[in-house]
């Protein structure tokens, strides 16, 4: 779901919203610090100012991420999750009952809000249905398909051109997303590339050599 329109932070910018951004604190925090717990008691509303936060679920040692959040995102405190900064983050955080207040006034703050819970929709979804119907092999190979549909690149180098996808996350952090452990994501990615399905390209790189027989393996086809 993609709403054209102006990112958060810029449209907080404009002269006019002056005493909506007085509302608003600074803080940073660095890369791998928990940010928030699932029962933070401060009920905040927050937008990410710099770096990417993981939105996430976690029981013992269990963790599943329900989402990763930008620059110009919000979320609250109030939704039961644990925050974590990806990278060195600096975020905006104000009070619910305040933010409330100047809410509607603000567009792009509904916007923002129905397309960051959209996008964690979807990922609970995709959460569910892969916990119910899919084992992780599949769920990686889906995961690689819609990296690789959203931001893979052709990148040509002498006469041909290469697929490549470029995952963005730690296989500990790939793990957390799909619900396994590092061990086991680790293993699959190197039988995929045992399999001719992937080759790697460096940290988090990989070409995929042949697009179709990846589908179709994602699939469970026959011929991959
Ligand atoms: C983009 C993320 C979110 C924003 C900006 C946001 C913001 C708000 C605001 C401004 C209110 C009104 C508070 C008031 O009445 O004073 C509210 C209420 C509420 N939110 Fe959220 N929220 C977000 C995500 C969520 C999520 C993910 C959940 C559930 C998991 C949730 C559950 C609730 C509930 C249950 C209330 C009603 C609380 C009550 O009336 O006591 N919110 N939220």
């Not at 329109?5 to 007085?22: A, M, P, Q, S, T």
């Not at 905040?44 to 679920?57: K, W």
């Not at 052709?154 to 730690?170: A, K, S, Y």
Request: hydrophobic share 45%; proline share 2%; charged share 25%.
């Amino acid at each position: 779901m993609k709403f054209t329109g102006v990112n958060l932070l810029d449209e907080l910018k404009r002269d006019e919203l002056g005493d909506l951004r007085d509302i608003f604190s600074e803080r940073s925090w660095p890369a791998g610090a928990v940010i928030f717990d699932a029962d933070e008691t401060d009920n905040l509303v927050f937008i990410i100012a710099e770096g990417r936060v993981r939105v996430y679920l976690a029981y013992e040692d269990k963790e599943f991420t329900l989402g990763i959040l930008g620059p110009g995102d919000l979320y609250a405190t109030h939704a039961g999750c644990y925050v974590q900064a990806l990278d060195n983050a600096r975020l905006l955080a104000a009070d619910v009952h305040a933010v409330k207040r100047c809410m509607t006034e603000v567009p792009a703050f509904t916007r923002t809000m129905v397309r960051v819970l959209g996008n964690i929709l979807q990922n609970t979804f995709s959460i569910i249905g892969g916990l119910a119907f899919k084992d992780i092999y599949d769920r990686l190979m889906d995961y690689i398909l819609i990296q690789a549909r959203d931001s893979g690149e052709t990148v040509v180098e002498g006469e041909d051109g290469e697929l490549i996808v470029t995952l963005g996350l730690t296989v500990e952090q790939l793990a957390q997303l799909l619900g396994a452990t590092r061990q086991t994501v680790s293993t699959l990615l190197n039988d995929m590339v045992r399999a001719g399905l992937l080759e790697k390209r460096g940290r988090g790189r990989f070409c995929i050599p042949d697009l179709t027989a990846l589908k179709r393996a994602a699939a469970g086809l026959p011929g991959a």
